[in-house]
C-alpha cells in the first residue's frame, strides 16, 4: 500500500478532525518533516514547532532545512531555542545530569526524549493546540516496543499507539503519530522523491547502545515481521488501554501533568 493511502487509515482510525490545529513537532529528520508534508497536503490545519537543541552545526542544519519546509508549505514555525529558554543547549544539560550522582549510566537520547517531551507538552498547550503530531515510524514503534519486552514490561508501551490513550488532563495535549504504520525505508523514498528539505544527518548525541542494538536485529526482519510486531502490538494495547486510566497529577515542582508527585524532567534535573 502506498505511504499516503496508510496514513490516510491511520487518521481516520484515530478520527482526526480537520478543524483541529495540529502542531507537528519538527525535527529537521525525514520522518516530521514527511508528517507535515502528509498532514498538509491531506487538508489538515497544521503549524510546526522546533525544539532548536543548540548542538552545534547538526542544530544548524535542522533549523535550516525546518525554516525551508515551513515556508514551502506555507505554515507557522514556533522555534523554542534551549540556550534562551532554559539557560543551556542540550550538551550541556544532559552531561550535568549525567554526572550527578546515580545517573551516570542514563543514557543520551532517553535523557534528550524525556527533556523534549516536556517542553513540547508545555509550550504546545501555550499555544492553545488540540494535538501534537510526531513523526515516530513503524520501525521505531517495533524497537520500542521490544525494548519494553525484554525490559520486562509491555505495560510501558501504553502510551505508545498512534494515538496517547489512558492520558486525559486539560493539561495534557494528546500525541499523534501519522507514520505509526510506516516503514522508515519508505519514508526516506518518499521523502526523497518529493525532494524535501531534510536533514539526513544523524545526531551526534545518538548513541544509545541498546536501542542500536534492538535496531540492529530488528534490521535482519522483514518489512512483514515489523508490521507483525506492530499489529501485534496494537492488539495488546486495546486490552491494557481498557484497563482503567492511569492516574494523572502535576507535579509538584513543575505543575506539568504526570504519573508520579515529580515529573520524570524535574526527576532529572532535580540535583543539577
Ligand atoms: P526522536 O526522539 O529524536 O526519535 O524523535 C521523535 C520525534 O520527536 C520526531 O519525529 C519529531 O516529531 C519529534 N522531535 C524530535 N526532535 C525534535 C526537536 N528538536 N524539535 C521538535 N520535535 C522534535
Ligand atoms: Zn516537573
Redesign the pocket.
Known amino acids: 500500500m502506498k505511504i499516503e493511502q496508510k496514513v490516510k487509515q491511520t487518521l481516520k482510525k484515530i478520527k482526526l478532525n480537520k478543524k483541529e490545529k495540529i502542531i ?6 525525514k ?2 518533516t514527511v ?1 507535515a508534508y502528509l498532514l498538509k497536503k491531506l487538508g489538515y490545519n497544521i503549524e510546526g ?5 543548540r548542538i552545534g552545526k547538526y ?1 544548524e542544519d ?1 533549523l535550516e532545512a525546518i525554516e525551508k519546509l515551513c515556508k514551502d508549505l506555507k505554515i507557522k514555525l514556533h522555534v ?1 531555542d534551549m540556550k534562551n529558554e532554559m539557560g543551556s543547549g542540550m550538551c550541556y544539560l544532559r552531561t550535568s545530569i549525567q554526572s550527578s550522582p546515580g545517573k551516570g549510566r542514563l543514557k543520551n ?1 532517553a535523557i ?2 524525556v527533556i ?1 517531551k516536556w ?2 507538552n508545555r509550550e504546545v498547550r501555550k499555544l492553545k493546540a488540540d494535538k501534537i ?5 513503524l520501525d ?1 514503534e517495533a524497537q520500542t516496543f521490544l525494548m519494553n519486552i525484554f525490559k520486562g514490561s509491555p505495560k510501558l508501551s501504553v502510551n505508545s499507539g498512534p494515538i496517547t490513550l489512558n492520558m486525559h488532563d486539560e493539561k495534557f495535549i494528546p500525541r499523534i503519530k501519522p507514520l505509526f504504520y510506516v516503514a522508515e525505508n519508505d519514508i526516506r523514498e518518499y521523502s526523497k522523491k518529493n525532494k524535501l528539505p531534510v536533514n539526513y544527518g544523524a ?1 551526534p548525541c ?1 548513541l544509545d547502545s541498546y536501542r542500536i542494538q534492538v535496531r540492529k536485529f530488528l534490521d535482519t526482519l522483514s518489512k512483514k515481521d515489523k508490521e507483525n510486531i506492530v499489529k501485534n502490538f496494537d492488539k495488546l494495547l486495546k486490552k491494557i488501554s481498557k484497563s482503567k486510566d492511569d492516574k494523572i497529577t502535576y507535579c509538584e515542582m513543575c505543575g506539568e501533568p504526570s504519573r508520579n508527585n515529580i515529573c520524570k524532567k524535574c526527576e532529572l534535573m532535580k540535583i543539577v
Not at 507537528?24 to 529528520?29: D, E, P, Q, T, Y
Request: proline residues 0%; hydrophobic residues 30%.
Open positions: 507537528v513537532a519538527l525535527s529537521g529528520g520522518d516530521s508528517t514547532f522546533h525544539i532548536n537543541l542544530s535542522c523554542y537520547c534528550c526524549g523534549k517542553i513540547l503530531a510526531t513523526g515516530h515510524n521505531d545526531c545518538a
